[in-house]
């Protein structure tokens, strides 16, 4: 135990070396060989590797992946995820220093990013992390850009969660972004698209069995794995690695991890975050177990009828009760499907009537606001009176009133005596103008 320990120390520095940065086939065989020892050395090996900050070390390869190319697989890449899988998650302490050092992001971050043939190791990895309850929070505050290839099904994923969240305490989804759970049923989705289980109508297409689906393969064609999407041509070396990874992943794996995630999290808690469209998906990946297990009883009906073998009436009855039951789920997560379908097609179109609505009452108010209306209000002798003494009292603090005051005030300085002094002189003034004017006649009555 104690030179397992010591050869953990030196694989860890050996692994931080020049030589194992420079050659790619030195940094595997160092991951490999503290894997192995980490597995059969047991406890003491996995206190040296995380008192020696291994866990610290081991993340960071990972993260090496995501920096350098995510989108091509590679045999240390492996190694390490595999290194971390064995060194680090049989401990509770290592669990929590993985947590710690951002180790959830660094992993939902591969699934992500990283090319679909390492998706089976990284599930396993995320599986056995969500095990450990600490690790619920980290997983639901991850989120990210929508991809491209989801774009729309996230889309209506946000939309129907808002439509439902508003008359519920859950958090609303935040738009263009995916969630970590969300991120789990895109996986699921592409073996459903590959196999057909599911319809056009998102309901289950084989309620016999579902799993088969449409009779779609459930095995990747490594043949076009040299060839990626923005790579071109490989060299020939690479491309049979990349082909050797390709069939050495069994795409039947990511079924039974994914729904291994969603068990450790807990169908009802990661339901309560989903819109109509992931949920009904999630209601699927729910029986999935029932269902593999509707699948052997087929099987083994199908191999006795097949070698002429007629087994006991209880094995008759158990059978056929195995896939009887299977076929009840089927018809049940159907019914629950069309359920959640049909009333998020409803709310949809309850929200879109109530938006036009909104848009025509605001139009016909607009419309309103530009035409005179004529105040036709009828008031009592009460209110007329008090809008009378309102208006004389405006009346009296306006412009004209307060200049006619000023200009009474110019000419009639003397107040009442001025007055009448003023009329005098007006009278005077008349009288003059008067005699001009006949002054000017004279001349005209002379002629």
Same mark, same amino acid.
């Given at each position: 135990v104690f030179a397992g320990q010591g050869v953990v120390l030196l694989l860890l520095q050996l692994l931080q070396s020049p030589a194992a940065a420079g050659s790619a086939e030195v940094k595997q065989g160092v991951l490999l060989a503290l894997s192995e020892l980490c597995a059969a050395g047991g406890k003491k090996c996995l206190v040296a590797l995380r008192q020696a900050d291994g866990v610290g070390l081991l993340l960071k390869e990972c993260e090496d992946l995501l920096e350098s190319d995510p989108a091509l697989p590679s045999l240390p890449g492996?190694?390490?995820?595999?290194?971390?899988?064995?060194?680090?998650?049989?401990?509770?302490?290592? /669990?929590?220093?993985?947590?710690?050092?951002?180790?959830?992001?660094?992993?939902?971050?591969?699934?992500?990013?990283?090319?679909?043939?390492? /998706?089976?190791?990284?599930?396993?990895?995320?599986?056995?992390?969500?095990?450990?309850?600490?690790?619920?929070?980290?997983?639901?505050?991850?989120?990210?850009?929508?991809?491209?290839?989801?774009?729309?099904?996230?889309?209506?994923?946000?939309?129907?969660?808002?439509?439902?969240?508003t008359n519920s305490s859950s958090k609303r989804p935040r738009l263009?972004?995916?969630?970590?759970?969300?991120?789990?049923?895109?996986?699921?989705?592409?073996?459903?698209?590959?196999?057909?289980?599911s319809g056009p109508d998102g309901l289950l297409a084989n309620p016999v069995r579902p799993l088969a689906g449409a009779g779609g393969p459930?095995?990747?064609?490594?043949?076009?794995?040299?060839?990626?999407?923005?790579?071109?041509?490989?060299?020939?070396?690479?491309?049979?690695?990349?082909?050797r990874i390709a069939g050495a992943s069994n795409p039947d794996l990511l079924l039974d991890k994914v729904y291994a995630c969603f068990a450790e999290l807990g169908f009802e808690t990661?339901?309560?975050?989903?819109?109509?469209?992931?949920?009904?998906?999630?209601?699927?990946? /729910?029986?999935?177990v029932k269902f593999r297990q509707g699948e052997v009883w087929q099987d083994i009906h199908q191999e006795f009828a097949a070698e002429g073998v007629n087994p006991t009436q209880d094995d008759r009855v158990r059978i056929a009760s195995g896939i009887e039951h299977s076929e009840l789920i089927a018809q049940q997560v159907r019914e629950a499907q069309r359920a959640?379908?049909?009333?998020? &097609?409803?709310?949809?179109?309850?929200?879109? /009537?109530?938006?036009?609505? &909104?848009? &025509?009452?605001? &139009?016909?108010?607009?419309?309103?606001?530009?035409?005179?209306?004529?105040?036709?209000?009828?008031?009592?002798?009460?209110?007329?009176?008090?809008?009378?003494?309102?208006?004389?009292?405006?009346?009296?603090?306006?412009?004209?009133?307060?200049?006619?005051?000023?200009?009474?005030?110019?000419?009639?300085?003397?107040?009442?005596?001025?007055?009448?002094?003023?009329?005098?002189?007006?009278?005077?003034?008349?009288?003059?103008?008067?005699?001009?004017?006949?002054?000017?006649?004279?001349?005209?009555?002379?002629?």
């Open positions: 492996l190694a390490a995820l595999d290194c971390l899988w064995r060194c680090c998650l049989p401990s509770a302490r290592s /669990r929590a220093q993985l947590l710690a050092v951002d180790g959830m992001d660094v992993l939902l971050g591969l699934l992500y990013k990283g090319n679909k043939y390492m /998706r089976p190791v990284i599930l396993s990895i995320l599986a056995d992390l969500l095990s450990d309850q600490r690790s619920h929070p980290f997983f639901h505050e991850w989120h990210a850009p929508v991809p491209p290839t989801m774009q729309s099904n996230a889309n209506n994923s946000i939309v129907s969660s808002t439509i439902s969240s263009n972004v995916i969630i970590a759970s969300q991120l789990l049923i895109a996986i699921w989705r592409e073996q459903d698209a590959a196999r057909g289980m459930s095995k990747w064609d490594v043949r076009d794995a040299g060839v990626m999407a923005g790579y071109g041509l490989l060299k020939e070396e690479r491309k049979a690695l990349l082909q990661v339901l309560s975050a989903l819109g109509p469209d992931d949920a009904a998906t999630l209601q699927f990946i /729910r029986q999935y959640l379908l049909t009333a998020a &097609a409803g709310d949809k179109l309850a929200a879109e /009537r109530a938006l036009y609505d &909104a848009m &025509a009452a605001q &139009a016909a108010a607009d419309a309103q606001a530009k035409v005179y209306q004529k105040d036709h209000s009828k008031l009592t002798m009460k209110e007329r009176l008090a809008v009378k003494a309102k208006k004389e009292e405006m009346l009296k603090h306006s412009i004209m009133s307060s200049t006619a005051a000023a200009q009474a005030t110019a000419f009639h300085p003397g107040g009442a005596t001025a007055s009448m002094a003023g009329q005098a002189a007006g009278s005077s003034m008349q009288q003059a103008v008067g005699a001009a004017q006949e002054d000017q006649q004279e001349p005209y009555l002379d002629e």
